[in-house]
């Protein structure tokens, strides 16, 4: 492995999907419970929620860069991820992700670019490439 710029630890206690998850300096620090769609009480985090909201920072984050490169301006950009679990097989389960690109007042064109760039830059998009279904769509509002 490369030299790490920046490392985070986790750990998962209890039952997984219905127990406890914190980081190792508490900055997240949840109870976690599966959805009630998966059966289970709802009131706590999942995975896939945690997943979702890191994937959206992070390839806005990548977006941002892009638009550095380019050297365009993207106020008020926005990135939503949809994260999905889908039925793979009769007894697998895989992941899914709808990314939503929103960049206000740009040309249809150079907002797809960019977001396609943002797509080869971002360590989510790179690490999830080949292994689960990953769509980006761009709006302007």
């Not at 009769?90 to 740009?106: G, Y």
């Amino acid at each position: 492995m490369a030299d790490p710029l920046y490392t985070v630890e986790a750990l998962s206690t209890g039952g997984g999907r219905d127990g406890h998850v914190a980081t190792a300096d508490k900055a997240v620090d949840l109870e976690m419970a599966p959805p009630t769609e998966l059966g289970g009480s709802g009131e706590g985090n999942n995975p896939e929620q945690l997943f979702a909201a890191g994937y959206a920072a992070c390839f806005h984050s990548a977006l941002q860069s892009a638009a550095r490169m380019k050297k365009v301006a993207i106020d008020g950009s926005s990135v939503g991820a949809r994260v999905s679990l889908v039925r793979s097989g009769e007894e697998s389960i895989d992941l899914a992700v709808d990314l939503e690109v929103v960049i206000p007042d740009m040309e249809s064109d150079q907002a797809d670019e960019l977001a396609q760039l943002a797509h080869e830059l971002c360590p989510y998009s790179r690490a999830t490439k080949g292994n689960i279904e990953v769509s980006v769509s761009v709006s302007d509002d």
